[in-house]
């Protein structure tokens, strides 16, 4: 199978380091649940937002041959990411 690509061919393939940054933030908002509200079980929460936004650039050069320089930027990226418990949640609301 080929990843992400249009049709009937099956699920994506998704990046390993990309993955694990995702699994950490949904970990952490589990945690953060867990230590603000006792009364609730983080397990049974449902992700009701995720996005990824553009983030800071950290900019850069790198040299190159004969004086010339070009830019090595590194760009990052703010994860969001809203949790709810299931008693609040109704499924007819959702319009995608």
Wanted: proline fraction near 5%; avoid cysteine.
């Amino acid at each position: 199978m080929v990843g992400h690509r249009k049709g009937g061919m099956g699920p994506g393939r998704y990046p390993v380091k990309a993955s694990r940054v995702v699994i950490k933030l949904l970990n952490s908002a589990m945690d953060n649940a867990r230590h603000q509200h006792e009364d609730i079980d983080a397990e049974d929460m449902i992700i009701t937002h995720i996005a990824a936004h553009r983030g800071l650039i950290k900019r850069g050069f790198m040299p190159r041959a004969r004086g010339r320089a070009t830019p090595k930027n590194h760009y990052q990226v703010n994860l969001e990411v809203f949790l709810e418990a299931p008693d609040s949640y109704d499924a007819e609301d959702d319009e995608f």
